[in-house]
């Protein structure tokens, strides 16, 4: 990617400026824009620290205790950015895991002649963002004269009905199948433009808006802009996190890590094919800064980061195995539960491919039922015709005794019945491997049984080459003397909310000794991984010598989605809520710290807040192993 400031001549490249540290980025921001002043240069590319301080609004409270604030900064020269700080929003949702709220980024551009807007804000914030943006439009006597709607998920396009409603007059900028989806939100007439990718809009000045079309991350709708006069590249939920800080952009990038990774995993993994198409779309494009829909922008470390989705989107191309999940975009939780679902599927190392089944192409229906070895179909409404096409192309297309698949409902109002996709499903000649029932609107823990029931679908897809893989992986004489490196017997156990989980450990090691910390390694594929992120805590309880053989038997058995691993255990709480085994000899509260990544494990380093030894005359079991390459 060459930086236009270069091609330029101009002073001082943002992008080298990443690779410094942060106290040496901003002594070289300074001297770039004093350099700049000094020179009277009026760069239009978006490369220096913005002048002015953010400006941040009051604080108002949501549902009792929820913060919401707003703050406006500047991103590059007429440009600025409307930030919804959604302080305190929790992990309900899958990719919330790491409890550090939330932004919705809403940005203006002032081309000479026409103001656009990019992206709005949810819906909580319509007094506060409303008031936010017409303070911003008055200081300068503009008005909206196009909404660019990047995706129409009611987090960023829920405030886009008040905005056309307040300026009648403007244009609702999207992709096909995104100006479909805002027709059903706002029900009154407004004004749009279709655009494909390549098409530009001109607001004047040089800001020459290019569009590039980004389905499946993560909806079908989804699209990009690039100014060209300042190089920021609006990118919508790609290139995100979940991260509220007053700071606009990644000044920091350590903190920002284990977000931006988990949110990746958990939106854009299951699409990696699309993120690695759009990558391709965008590579001749000088962009600089990239303004995406949650968290800091990315203005410090763009190369870094893109290049992160491009390894991690190569990684898992190269899977044994890939499920098709069809899911119902914009209906019931079908989204969210088909987002969770393929998050199991993927952290087992098996590849997905999303496609709305409201809105594929039939062609493309079918070449993707042919490509994949395991489906998902998450039951669409009823009342649609585009779903009962769809559904039928699948019936013809299901390939008997060849593929596995899993039927889910989505809790929409009007699903398709479960039990009459089985029954077709079984008439075309394949016994869907699990049906999963909605009864209740999705809890914490009905999240975690889809993710179980997708980590369950890519073992069955797996299971032969994994362990002929794990066998092969190591020369017998070194798997033999690797298994010499002994560990403790312990079982940790994690909760949140309505959703726990438990397992075996006997990769454990102290860590550190101020604070004290240990660090465990933790399979990627195990349902307590999601319940062990950055923050999070858990128990670690002792197993006693010669004592160990009917708890281990429980946690070791194979236990179906969903299922209560603590049934028939007996347990007390600890404060944090995760379960103490009454037959451990000593326990200890842990905190997350942070977590390594290696092939197949997290080696998972948390700091000790508490812990109790019950049977001090115990010594913790020892787990010996003749072969260290599988358990
Ligand atoms: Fe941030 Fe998919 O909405």
């Excluded at 921001?29 to 004093?34: K, M, S, T, V, Y």
Aim: hydrophobic fraction near 40%.
């Amino acid at each position: 990617m060459a930086s236009a400031s270069q091609r330029a001549g101009q002073v001082a490249a943002p992008l080298a400026a990443g690779r410094a540290s942060v106290p040496m980025r901003r002594q070289q921001r300074r001297e770039a824009q004093r350099s700049r002043r000094h020179l009277h240069i009026a760069s239009a590319a978006a490369v220096d620290a913005p002048a002015a301080a953010p400006k941040l609004s009051e604080i108002e409270m949501w549902n009792g205790n929820k913060r919401l604030q707003t703050v406006v900064a500047d991103v590059a020269p007429n440009t600025i950015t409307i930030r919804s700080l959604d302080w305190d929003r929790d992990r309900f949702d899958i990719e919330f895991a790491l409890q550090e709220g939330t932004t919705y980024n809403s940005y203006l551009i002032f081309g000479e002649e026409k103001t656009a807007l990019v992206d709005a804000s949810h819906e909580k914030f319509r007094g506060l963002y409303m008031r936010t943006l017409n303070a911003e439009l008055a200081a300068r006597g503009r008005k909206i004269d196009y909404v660019f709607v990047s995706h129409t998920e009611p987090d960023h396009s829920g405030l886009v009905k008040d905005v056309v409603e307040q300026f009648p007059e403007a244009v609702v900028v999207g992709s096909k199948v995104c100006l479909a989806f805002l027709s059903n939100l706002i029900h009154t007439p407004f004004k749009s433009q279709q655009v494909k990718g390549g098409d530009k809009i001109d607001l004047g000045g040089g800001h020459v808006m290019e569009f590039v079309m980004a389905p499946n991350l993560h909806w079908p709708d989804t699209m990009f802009s690039y100014d060209h006069a300042t190089n920021v590249m609006y990118t919508c939920d790609a290139f995100g996190m979940h991260y509220c800080t007053e700071d606009p952009f990644d000044s920091e990038l350590a903190p920002l890590e284990p977000h931006y990774r988990f949110y990746y995993d958990c939106l854009m993994l299951p699409n990696a094919k699309s993120v690695t198409t759009a990558l391709r779309k965008v590579k001749d494009l000088p962009f600089e800064i990239i303004a995406n829909g949650h968290g800091p922008l990315l203005r410090y470390n763009v190369p870094e980061m893109v290049g992160r989705y491009e390894r991690w989107s190569k990684a898992i191309a190269g899977a044994p195995a890939s499920v098709a999940v069809l899911y119902a975009s914009d209906y019931g939780f079908s989204d969210r539960l088909s987002q969770t679902l393929a998050h199991g599927i993927t952290k087992a190392g098996v590849a997905t491919e999303m496609a709305d089944i409201l809105s594929v192409d039939p062609q493309e229906l079918v070449e993707m039922l042919g490509r994949n070895s395991g489906i998902v179909i998450m039951a669409p409404p009823s009342d649609s015709g585009e779903a009962r096409a769809a559904v039928a192309t699948l019936l013809s297309a299901v390939k008997p005794n060849k593929q596995k698949i899993v039927v889910a409902e989505s809790y929409g109002g009007r699903d398709e019945p479960l039990d009459s996709l089985v029954s077709g499903l079984v008439a075309a000649g394949v016994e869907p491997l699990m049906d999963l029932r909605v009864k209740d609107e999705p809890s914490e823990a009905l999240y975690q049984l889809f993710e179980e029931a997708g980590t369950d679908l890519a073992q069955a897809l797996t299971a032969k080459e994994a362990i002929a893989k794990k066998k092969a992986a190591m020369c017998p004489d070194v798997a033999k003397a690797l298994a010499r490196v002994s560990g403790g017997l312990y079982i940790v156990t994690a909760a949140h909310n309505d959703a726990k989980s438990a397992m075996v450990a006997s990769w454990v090691a102290q860590a550190s000794f101020e604070p004290l910390g240990l660090t465990i390694a933790v399979a990627k594929d195990r349902a307590i991984e999601s319940l062990m992120q950055v923050g999070d805590k858990f128990v670690l309880n002792c197993l006693g010598e010669g004592e160990y053989n009917a708890t281990i038997k429980h946690f070791l058995q194979r236990f179906p989605p969903g299922a209560d691993r603590f049934e028939g255990v007996n347990y007390r709480l600890a404060d944090c809520g995760s379960p103490i085994l009454n037959d451990s000899i000593a326990h200890m509260e842990c905190k997350v710290v942070s977590r390594m990544e290696t092939a197949d494990h997290w080696v998972t380093y948390a700091e000790v807040s508490d812990g109790q030894v019950s049977q001090p005359d115990k010594r913790t079991a020892v787990h010996r192993r003749k072969v260290a390459n599988y358990y």
